[in-house]
């Protein structure tokens, strides 16, 4: 009776300490992944928006008053261009002149709002998508592209005048929901090994154990 409880007192020992180890290994794996997702930054709202002004008098093109009438004329700032085919950006205020067609384009992103501040502003009428509001003193325009045109289609000396244009900018999202990876330079994980307790070890000289690499165990026999 004495040696049958032994036993049983010994199978259920080797029970709890079987139960016990592989809790702390499920733990330690834990442990190790969870390091690792913690230097993963998730950036799925990663988009960015920038206004880029034009002001007339300080963001000056190269034709005068009276040039404008016979050449284009063209500004450019921060990755955004303004041309118009019969313009002088030179003085305060630019002037858009008859015969001719605005574009305004961005390098980077797509626009997707441009507010023109100014005066005579019906001359100029939409040429292309999205949605045009345009009065006197005030033209927006709304929607998502690389360009947006405007047309003057009146005699050339009969222009619309501008003193400000602003150009909401919306830069592409370079993320695929992971923004940044940081990589432990002194550790390179890559081929580092740890034991169960998450400390790293010699992985060249390993005594026999259980131990983790590359977020997966294995055995040294």
């Not at 080797?14 to 499920?26: G, M």
């Not at 040039?67 to 019969?86: L, Y």
Request: net charge positive; glycine share 10%; with cysteine.
């Amino acid at each position: 009776m004495t040696k049958h409880l032994r036993t049983m007192t010994v199978a259920m020992l080797l029970t709890t300490c079987a139960i016990v180890s592989n809790a702390t290994e499920a733990n330690t794996s834990n442990q190790v992944t969870n390091a690792s997702e913690e230097n993963v930054t998730n950036a799925d709202e990663n988009k960015t928006q920038k206004c880029v002004e034009f002001v007339a008098g300080t963001d000056n093109g190269s034709t005068g008053t009276f040039g404008g009438g016979f050449v284009s004329d063209e500004i450019s700032k921060d990755g955004v261009t303004v041309h118009c085919s019969r313009a002088s950006f030179k003085n305060n205020p630019y002037r858009f002149n008859g015969s001719s067609t605005t574009t305004i384009s961005t390098e980077k992103g797509n626009i997707v709002k441009i507010e023109i501040v100014g005066d005579g502003l019906t001359k100029l009428v939409k040429n292309g998508e999205g949605e045009y509001s345009i009065t006197k003193n005030l033209i927006v325009w709304i929607g998502s592209a690389k360009s947006v045109s405007f047309k003057n289609d009146k005699l050339p000396h009969d222009y619309a005048s501008a003193t400000n244009i602003r150009v909401y900018v919306e830069l592409p999202d370079t993320t695929t929901g992971i923004g940044s990876v940081n990589v432990d330079k002194h550790n390179n994980a890559n081929n580092a090994v740890y034991n169960l307790q998450g400390q790293r070890v010699d992985g060249k000289s390993l005594p026999k154990g259980i131990y983790i690499k590359n977020g997966k165990k294995f055995m040294v026999k």
